[in-house]
């Protein structure tokens, strides 16, 4: 299994945690509201004083619960890119240790080590500005969409006599298809009653009605960009590395985006994905070993460009891509990532 691989399963080992502390939290709030006895009126947890502060701590234990996850899922997967990089870089000074002078070989050994000692630039990764938001902002806003999202599901699976066992099974049932939940709400209310909260029902661009269907796509991709970054930053930093190289996923079935893109890119193009959920990954092209053992043994640490392999621009595929869409990008509020941080090189 290659480490891309790797990186990916254990993503999703980790959605599965997170999944966990949702399932926990609807099971806590089932418990807090089956014994109220509920008027015909909208549910809002607001209305019923005495469970208002237990609700309001079980949200704040799945915010910070979710916060954490994501800050440590970042690291893990951040750490494990660095590793990838190391033992990609050791293998290749491996293959010409025996046609370059011990001393050399040391030498380059320990600036590979140098070079992944970069926590300071995962601290910023982590606070960093997704937009208009950071990390915390974003999950404090899936918190209050789940809070939301919750008092809907209550107001429609609720039944007097019901266990906590049962209400949290139908409540989740009802979290599972929030589109046909608002309906029913609706119908049962009334649009004039609903009209101020149906707003978070109507959520922007790549975000879902479903509180744990956004926060299950922030962390994937929280934590996928973060092995990408550590990989860039690696990437930029050694003069070994020339260029990179998108690839397909082996899983990759249906013809989109990923298939017009893919192909060789200047190592300083900033990628971590093509779109949410893309599972493609890049291979490093690297200086030939022959170019590599020369430079060594003249004492020479050349830069990229003198290479053959180096790679000095966009391939055209990316160029045809942006003219083929470029109407379509122009009319979307938000670009896509890959636009905003490789500017240089959209013509």
């Known amino acids: 299994m290659t480490p891309d ?17 949702y399932n926990d939290l609807v099971r806590e709030i089932a418990l807090l509201v089956v014994n109220l006895k509920v008027s015909e009126k909208l549910f809002r947890f607001k209305d019923y004083s005495r469970i208002t502060k237990a609700v309001s701590e079980a949200l704040m234990t799945y915010n910070n619960g979710l916060l954490s996850k994501i800050r440590t899922y970042t690291e893990y997967e951040w750490d494990f890119a660095n590793q990838k990089v190391n033992d990609l870089l050791t293998d290749n000074m491996n293959a010409i240790k025996p046609k370059i002078p011990t001393t050399a070989y040391d030498s380059k050994m320990r600036e590979i080590s140098k070079q ?7 601290e910023v990764f982590q606070e960093r500005k997704n937009g208009k938001f950071t990390v915390s902002e974003r999950v404090w806003n899936i918190t209050k969409q789940a809070k939301e999202n919750l008092e809907f599901a209550i107001d429609d699976a609720f039944k007097e006599g019901m266990s906590a066992q049962d209400l949290a099974r139908k409540i989740k049932g009802n979290l599972n298809n929030p589109d046909a939940l608002f309906r029913r709400v609706r119908d049962k209310h009334g649009n004039l009653q609903l009209s101020k909260n149906a707003k978070a029902f109507h959520p922007g661009q790549g975000v879902y009605r479903s509180a744990h269907k956004n926060a299950m796509r ?15 930053l690696r990437i930029q930093g050694n003069n070994d590395v020339v260029g990179q190289k998108i690839n397909l996923s082996p899983q990759h079935k249906v013809y989109d985006m990923c298939d017009e893109l893919a192909g060789s890119y200047p190592k300083d193009f900033n990628w971590s994905s093509w779109h949410v959920g893309c599972k493609c990954f ?38 045809s891509w942006l003219s083929e869409n470029r109407e379509t990008l122009e009319k979307r509020k938000s670009k896509p990532y890959f636009l905003e941080e490789n500017k240089k090189f959209v013509s």
């Open 282 to 319: 890049r291979t490093m092209i690297l200086k030939s070993p022959s170019e590599l053992i020369t430079e060594i043994n003249n004492g020479q640490n050349q830069s990229p460009e003198s290479s053959a392999n180096f790679v000095s621009g966009v391939p055209d595929n990316f160029n």
């Open 116 to 122: 992944s000692q970069n926590k300071k630039a995962l």
């Open 5 to 21: 691989e790797k990186h990916i399963k254990r993503i999703n080992k980790y959605l599965t945690s997170i999944n966990v502390l």
């Open 218 to 232: 922030l962390a994937a991709n929280e934590i996928n960009t973060a092995y990408r970054q550590s990989e860039q």
